[in-house]
């Protein structure tokens, strides 16, 4: 059974930093590329950051780049986003999903993708 479980988030002030974890099970780790993707209260999920397995392009929302930097435990079966500079706009549920298509222009997921549950970052002004 695939699993993604978020964990890390939390309230935060303006400014401040929080590492986000997912921790994958279920399938081959090395062969999916995992994405973080966030909701915001009133708007639509959108693609935060990824690193493709496939050929390494690694993808940063405008929003993000500078602050949030992905990675990757092959050995461990996680991946992280470290996010610094946290601004209130950041504040939302962050979301792992596999397996995602990541290009350096454009993450793209699909219906059949694997979710988390999410994990809620708040960011206090």
């Known amino acids: 059974e695939v699993q993604l479980v978020e964990s890390g988030g939390g309230l935060v002030q303006t400014g401040g930093s929080l590492k986000l974890s997912c921790a994958a099970s279920?399938?081959?780790?090395?062969?999916?590329?995992i994405g973080w993707f966030r909701q915001a209260p009133g708007k639509e999920r959108e693609g935060v950051a990824c690193?493709?397995?496939?050929?390494?392009?690694?993808y940063y929302a405008d929003s993000v780049k500078g602050r949030f930097t992905f990675s990757r435990d092959n050995r461990q079966n996680m991946v992280y986003l470290q996010m610094d500079r946290l601004e209130p706009e950041d504040t939302g549920i962050y979301y792992c999903?596999?397996?995602?298509?990541?290009?350096?222009?454009?993450?793209?997921?699909?219906?059949?993708?694997?979710w988390g549950e999410g994990t809620l970052v708040t960011v206090s002004s």
């Open positions: 999903a596999a397996p995602i298509e990541c290009w350096s222009t454009r993450i793209n997921y699909y219906p059949l993708d694997y």
């Open positions: 690193i493709s397995v496939s050929d390494g392009s690694t």
């Open positions: 279920g399938f081959n780790f090395d062969d999916w590329t």
